[in-house]
């Protein structure tokens, strides 16, 4: 079975530029969450999505929007790009919310000039 | 507030010995799950062994085991017989059973493996 996959692998942007990252979770999973990874840091929670509707949300700027299709699979949009944005944003997929593990995908890496 | 601290950034072990990664976590939550995740350099977060605050039992899985101290909250790793592949960064995270059900994490440990 295919994990979870994320597209695209790398990403350059110019500041205030508009990006859109998308997440494909494994098959039948129905949950999806979004992290933030900088540079140097561990992974830092954006979103968590499931059964296409926001469950949770950390503390990020409106910038910051997601959303879940009917398939499952998810997008991150992030608007009026930052430097600050540059990191690596991993999304992780569960069988059902609060399921015991989260699968991860290889992530995309961002990077704003 | 949710906080994870691993006091290493890096720490080296010969190949085949011993070695323990450290962390502390914060939680005022008395039900949480823990883990460790391997990053190697392809990025793809790895769960390498999990372990439920209400089991008083330490967690094993193969080489790699934790010792898991509730009252102090201390959550540490060791790794047997460390082999080459196991070089990565490794995080400690947490997550509460409520709310948003997402993962706290540590800002890691670089681990090298010297042959």
């Known amino acids: 079975d295919a994990g979870v996959t994320q597209s695209p692998t790398h990403l350059i942007k110019t500041r205030g530029q508009h990006v859109t990252l998308r997440c494909s979770p494994i098959?039948?999973?129905?949950?999806v969450s979004w992290y933030q990874q900088v540079l140097g840091q561990g992974p830092q929670f954006i979103f968590q999505?499931?059964?296409?509707?926001?469950?949770g949300r950390g503390n990020f700027p409106d910038r910051f929007s997601a959303r879940q299709f009917p398939n499952y699979s998810s997008e991150l949009n992030v608007n009026a790009l930052l430097l600050g944005d540059s990191a690596l944003y991993l999304c992780?997929?569960?069988?059902?919310?609060?399921?015991?593990?989260?699968?991860f995908g290889p992530g995309t890496r961002l990077t704003v000039t | 507030a949710q906080t994870v601290t691993q006091s290493q950034p890096e720490m080296s072990v010969q190949e085949a010995e011993t070695v323990t990664l450290s962390c502390t976590y914060d939680?005022?939550?008395?039900?949480?799950?823990l883990f460790w995740y391997k990053q190697p350099p392809s990025r793809q977060m790895i769960l390498v062994i999990r372990?439920?605050?209400?089991?008083?039992q330490n967690a094993t899985e193969n080489r790699f085991s934790v010792n898991f101290q509730k009252a102090a909250k201390s959550f540490s790793l060791k790794i047997s017989d460390s082999q080459l592949g196991d070089a990565a960064m490794y995080f400690c995270?947490?997550?509460?059973?409520?709310?948003?059900?997402?993962?706290?994490f540590g800002t890691g440990t670089r681990l090298t493996v010297i042959p």
């Open positions: 939680t005022s939550e008395s039900d949480y799950y």
């Open positions: 992780a997929s569960s069988l059902i919310r609060s399921a015991y593990e989260q699968y």
């Open positions: 999505y499931y059964e296409k509707e926001e469950r």
């Open positions: 098959s039948g999973h129905k949950s």
């Open positions: 372990q439920e605050a209400y089991k008083q």
């Open positions: 995270a947490y997550r509460i059973l409520t709310g948003a059900n997402n993962l706290f």
